[in-house]
């Protein structure tokens, strides 16, 4: 089955730039039924859209965030990553990738997260 | 943005007991709402998707139902296994938002 797991730095100080990355196994990403995202949840906190991209480099940003954020994909990698710029304490959060459900037998439009990675930690502060 | 609000933000229930949990859309997403179960230092969980519709996998326990603007989580006869976060997530309009989450604490 499919699974996603993230990577990247664990720690990044304030002002920089998080960089993760999402590499899929067990599918590939550029089937177009799903797309492709991030979601972020504060230590102790609920959880927050970041974002979604499609394999044809399509994305939608919370606006919320919209001007810090940029996500691409990689489809020769199976991976997609994010970039989240100018960070402060605020960035802190355990950041999971998980597929969209989009296209079924009828119908196109967004829908479940399933499967989530593991999450990974990311701690901003100097 | 559609703001989902979850009730309780908590609630302490003993096994075998029937859980509730309701989500409330700020407007109509039709059945546009998913149902995860969060267990500590886990990732989220899917559970029910378009308000009633029971993932693979899932124990048949768990059940959803509504549409518009309200929806229910329901477990019959809760376990032990089921201490959770709960949360809803709708997927009809962007932002894509979150309800904050109902913490079950099982006694």
Known sequence: ?126 | EIVLTQSPDFQSVTPKEKVTITCRASQSIGSSLHWYQQKPDQSPKLLIKYASQSFSGVPSRFSGSGSGTDFTLTINSLEAEDAATYYCHQSSSLPITFGQGTRLEIK
């Open chain 1, 1 to 126: 089955q499919v699974q996603l797991q993230e990577s990247g730095p664990g720690l990044v100080k304030p002002s920089q730039t998080l960089s993760l990355t999402c590499t899929v196994s067990g599918g590939s990403i550029s089937s177009g039924d799903y797309y492709w995202s991030w979601i972020r949840q504060p230590p102790g906190k609920g959880l927050e859209w970041i974002g979604y991209i499609y394999y044809s480099g399509s994305t939608y940003y919370n606006p919320s965030l919209k001007s810090r954020v940029t996500i691409s994909v990689d489809t020769s990698k199976n991976q997609f990553s994010l970039k989240l710029s100018s960070v402060t304490a605020a960035d802190t959060a355990v950041y999971y990738c998980a597929r969209v459900s989009y296209c079924s037998s009828t119908s196109c439009s967004w829908g479940w997260f399933d499967p989530w990675g593991q999450g990974t930690l990311v701690t901003v502060s100097s």
